[in-house]
């Protein structure tokens, strides 16, 4: 971020801008110091900056070339064309300096938008199409996000589907408590964390990038909340603000006391949080978008389908290929690698 001369500038831009979304910005670049980061900025004729892209970039070992990822960008009208063209354009310059084989990105925007695919076909992106698994894409594909502009939170409590409702007010009937941690406290989100991993068989980060995330975001944008049962923490949450909207980033359960529901409870608090901070959305993060009861993922779908929010499908990672032979060589030792360590595993647990 050597680069950015003023950093003000640019986080004040993003929280305006209706797009605005933690990944892109400068809080999250010094979270992700294992990647390089350039800001691709485009101004109006008087100075003002109408649009921003946060890049990361990662050089590859042996290949001594980068990769670059704008995670969630752009930030701008998405529906300017002028913009979009001119940050495309400082992408270029900067995959230039670098010398970067590829340039992708997933954009905040539905897949819907027939205007924006329009003008990104235009500009030259290429698209990833036919997604069979969330494990093939970086940030999530489908998510609920939950409006709550202009809503009370007993207008919102009555939206939810009546399971929904029932679960939250049971889990404070039965003496479940909640409170806003503090970063001592996030040893035992941690710990937490491990335990749901280990039992629904996913990775979790070391405790120093929880440390990480919650030093760099500051407490204007993190909370850690935790919900508790006779003392003893049970679940725990790790939500994002930025700008017009609240993300759930981490969560986890112990396997102690999970039919007292404390995961409902923690996530209306979320949802208040949104609602007392003036934001607009509530953002529940991912979700399978493959809606049959047989997916492995359903039963979180259908936990976060309880809140009654809009699904949402994103748009396709985009990319832009620079080096074609070295992204093709790139791709096969990422298919092998993958291959390799599925196999790993799979010999690990016998």
Same mark, same amino acid.
């Given at each position: 971020?050597?680069?950015?001369? =003023?950093?003000?500038?640019?986080?004040?831009?993003?929280?305006?801008?209706?797009?605005?979304?933690?990944?892109?910005?400068?809080?999250?670049?010094? $979270? +992700?110091?294992?990647?390089?980061?350039?800001?691709?900025?485009?101004?109006?004729?008087?100075? /003002?900056?109408?649009?921003?892209?946060?890049?990361?970039?990662?050089?590859?070992?042996?290949?001594?070339?980068?990769?670059?990822?704008? !995670?969630?960008?752009?930030? @701008?009208?998405?529906?300017?064309?002028?913009?979009?063209?001119?940050?495309?354009? *400082?992408?270029?310059?900067?995959?230039? +300096?670098?010398?970067?084989?590829?340039?992708?990105?997933?954009?905040?925007?539905?897949?819907?938008?027939?205007?924006?695919?329009?003008?990104?076909?235009?500009?030259?992106? #290429?698209?990833? =199409?036919?997604?069979?698994?969330?494990?093939? $894409?970086? /940030?999530?594909?489908? $998510?609920?996000?939950?409006?709550?502009?202009?809503?009370?939170?007993?207008?919102?409590?009555? %939206?939810?589907?009546?399971?929904?409702?029932?679960?939250? &007010?049971?889990?404070?009937? #039965?003496?479940?408590?909640?409170?806003?941690?503090?970063?001592?406290?996030?040893?035992?989100?941690?710990?937490?964390?491990?335990?749901?991993?280990? &039992?629904?068989?996913?990775?979790?980060?070391?405790?120093?990038?929880?440390?990480?995330?919650?030093?760099?975001?500051?407490? *204007?944008?993190? #909370?850690?909340?935790?919900?508790?049962?006779?003392?003893? !923490?049970?679940?725990?949450?790790? !939500?994002?603000?930025?700008?017009?909207?609240?993300?759930?980033?981490?969560?986890? %359960?112990?396997?102690?006391? &999970?039919?007292?529901?404390?995961?409902?409870?923690?996530?209306?608090?979320?949802?208040?949080?949104?609602?007392?901070?003036? @934001?607009?959305?509530?953002?529940?993060?991912?979700? %399978?978008?493959?809606?049959?009861?047989?997916? /492995?993922?359903?039963?979180?779908?259908?936990?976060?389908?309880?809140?009654?929010?809009?699904?949402?499908?994103?748009?396709? *990672?985009?990319?832009? $290929?620079?080096?074609?032979?070295?992204?093709?060589?790139?791709?096969? %030792?990422?298919?092998?690698?993958? #291959?390799?360590? =599925?196999?790993?595993?799979?010999?690990?647990?016998?």
């Amino acid at each position: 971020m050597s680069n950015i001369k =003023n950093e003000e500038e640019i986080r004040n831009f993003i929280e305006k801008n209706k797009r605005a979304h933690f990944l892109q910005s400068p809080e999250w670049a010094k $979270v +992700k110091t294992d990647w390089e980061n350039e800001y691709a900025i485009v101004r109006d004729e008087n100075g /003002q900056i109408k649009g921003i892209m946060s890049i990361l970039l990662r050089k590859v070992p042996i290949f001594n070339r980068y990769i670059m990822y704008a !995670p969630r960008g752009f930030v @701008c009208d998405e529906h300017d064309k002028e913009t979009l063209v001119k940050l495309t354009e *400082e992408a270029k310059k900067i995959a230039k +300096k670098y010398k970067a084989f590829i340039f992708r990105l997933d954009p905040d925007i539905s897949k819907d938008d027939e205007e924006f695919k329009n003008i990104i076909k235009d500009l030259g992106y #290429k698209t990833k =199409n036919n997604i069979k698994s969330i494990n093939q $894409v970086i /940030q999530p594909k489908y $998510v609920f996000r939950l409006n709550v502009k202009d809503r009370t939170e007993d207008e919102l409590l009555a %939206s939810f589907h009546s399971k929904t409702r029932y679960n939250i &007010r049971l889990a404070t009937k #039965k003496g479940v408590t909640t409170r806003e941690g503090t970063k001592e406290d996030l040893k035992a989100f941690h710990e937490i964390m491990k335990t749901t991993g280990s &039992r629904d068989e996913f990775f979790i980060r070391p405790l120093s990038y929880f440390e990480k995330i919650y030093d760099s975001m500051g407490e *204007e944008h993190i #909370k850690l909340i935790i919900a508790e049962y006779e003392g003893k !923490p049970i679940s725990a949450v790790l !939500p994002i603000k930025y700008g017009n909207k609240v993300w759930y980033l981490y969560g986890g %359960s112990s396997n102690e006391h &999970r039919n007292l529901m404390p995961n409902y409870l923690l996530q209306w608090e979320m949802i208040k949080w949104a609602k007392e901070s003036g @934001c607009d959305i509530y953002d529940f993060r991912g979700v %399978s978008g493959f809606k049959s009861e047989n997916d /492995q993922q359903y039963g979180v779908y259908k936990f976060k389908k309880g809140f009654n929010g809009d699904f949402v499908e994103f748009m396709d *990672e985009m990319y832009i $290929v620079f080096n074609p032979v070295m992204n093709t060589i790139f791709n096969i %030792s990422q298919t092998v690698y993958r #291959k390799v360590t =599925n196999l790993r595993d799979k010999i690990i647990k016998k």
